[in-house]
């Protein structure tokens, strides 16, 4: 069964940037839909972007036009790209893939956005 393991997670200050990685075990090529969500702190997890059928990408309305998915089938990656961070986008990400109906979750990667 596919794993994945997200990185690239930190501390960064207001308007800065950060680049997250979520690496899976095996071929992502059959992947239906990639993507991340994130939690806040004493939230409910919650949709952030993904791409479904390799080519239709969506994002929640609080990253658009800051965030960017994109996924790399050659690396048997996918990738989050995160400008103007505010500390609203404080909280754990997760990395998903569904792959033949099964969903596969990563453990997260803090992100914590503050002066």
């Known amino acids: 069964q596919v794993q994945v393991v997200e990185s690239g997670g930190g501390l960064v200050q207001p308007g800065g940037s950060l680049r997250l990685s979520c690496a899976a075990s095996?071929?992502?090529?059959?992947?239906?839909?990639m993507g991340w969500s994130r939690q806040a702190p004493g939230k409910e997890r919650e949709f952030v972007a993904g791409?479904?059928?390799?080519?239709?990408?969506k994002y929640a309305d609080s990253v658009k036009g800051r965030f960017t998915v994109s996924g790399d089938n050659a690396k048997n990656a996918v990738y989050l790209q995160m400008n103007s961070l505010t500390p609203e986008d404080t909280g754990v990400y997760y990395c998903k893939l569904v792959i033949r109906g099964h969903e596969v979750w990563g453990q997260g990667t803090q992100v914590t956005v503050s002066s």
């Open positions: 095996r071929s992502i090529y059959s992947a239906t839909a």
């Open positions: 791409v479904y059928s390799g080519r239709n990408v």
